[in-house]
């Protein structure tokens, strides 16, 4: 648990925790504490008014016109002041500042790509500068998924076909989680990942350092990037399949497809697996890999046929 939490929420990072937080105190206080008011005096006067002998009556009780607009106007201001409150909070949410840098986000089954500009990108993890307000475009590649940054109290759907947008302003540095949280699959609960937040300088010298190539070796850039894209959550290197066929041995077996052709696996096969899934689908396996095409460049999945090859 955030050691900065309480009982309903975690540490306040971003601007609005605290508005949101407030009004959901106030929400939650306020009910708990007519209920009281309203059965506590039921139990009361049931108690005051019961019969207290064989020939007494309660007296008749006529209207009460000052309690009756009493208790129509207190609700009402009280009703107005949440509806006030909230929509100014809604609105603060939902208009990202006009300074306010751009990342693309992509969710697909089942991890989440950021697109910076300069060309840098990001598999499930997603850097930003802290005091900096940044606004978050998003689409799906496949169904809906929800995006969701608990310790910022943000959320929002990301919709195939279209964009949504969601933006915040880190307040402090920090690893912070981030789900999916629209069920969307087999792998929904491994689509996680971590909102990294520094600092101004070192989001720059990140930005610098990410937007080029890498200068590791191909095989070992290539195991980052199997684990950094997510294709472990698919395929595993142990020898049995998982949703997809075992990356155990790859380079060289042969495999049957489900258009009754057999094709031996090179780096052409490969290659394409990666960028048109759909087009040569593994026997015994569902065509639901989904199309790294715009997520991974061109040096990136040459890594990862040279990591592939590596994998006995
Ligand atoms: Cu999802």
Same mark, same amino acid.
Request: contains cysteine.
């Given at each position: 648990m955030d050691p900065n939490g309480t009982l309903f929420f975690? %540490? =306040?990072? +971003? !601007?609005?925790a605290s508005d949101v937080d407030a009004l959901f105190y106030f929400v939650l206080y306020l009910p708990i504490f007519f209920f009281i008011l309203v059965t506590g005096g039921s139990f009361f006067f049931a108690w005051k008014y019961?019969? &207290?002998? &064989?020939d007494t009556f309660t007296p008749g009780i006529a209207n009460h016109t000052g309690l009756e607009i009493f208790w129509t106007v207190i609700p009402t201001i009280l009703v107005f002041i949440i509806f006030v409150w909230g929509f100014k909070t809604y609105l603060t949410m939902n208009v990202p500042p006009s300074n306010a840098m751009e990342i693309k986000v992509t969710g697909q089954k089942w991890f989440w790509s950021f697109n910076y500009k300069d060309g840098a990108s990001t598999t499930n993890e997603l850097v930003v500068p802290v005091n900096e307000p940044v606004n978050l475009l998003m689409s799906s590649k496949d169904v809906i998924h929800s995006f969701f940054i608990p310790g910022f109290r943000v959320k929002m759907d990301v919709l195939p076909n279209r964009y949504t947008t969601l933006w915040f302003e880190a307040t402090e540095t920090g690893e912070f989680d981030l789900f999916c !949280?629209? +069920?969307?699959? &087999?792998g929904h609960s491994e689509m996680i990942g971590k909102v990294k937040v520094v600092t101004e300088d070192e989001y720059n010298k990140w930005l610098t350092s990410n937007s080029g190539g890498s200068d590791l070796p191909p095989e070992q850039w290539g195991a980052e990037l199997f684990k950094g894209k997510a294709c472990f959550s698919c395929h595993i290197i142990d020898g049995n399949p998982s949703v %997809? #066929? !075992?990356? &155990?041995?790859?380079?060289?077996r042969e495999e049957k497809l489900t258009n009754g052709s057999t094709i031996k696996v090179d780096e052409n096969y490969i290659r394409k697996s990666i960028?048109?899934? =759909?087009a040569e689908v593994v026997v015994g396996? =569902? #065509?639901i890999m989904p199309t790294y095409q715009g997520v991974l460049k061109d040096d990136e999945i040459d890594a990862l046929i040279a990591y592939l090859k590596t994998v006995k």
């Open positions: 975690p %540490g =306040q990072s +971003y !601007t609005i019961r019969r &207290k002998g &064989k !949280t629209e +069920y969307c699959g &087999k %997809g #066929p !075992t990356f &155990k041995g790859i380079f060289g960028l048109e899934p =759909q396996f =569902q #065509p």
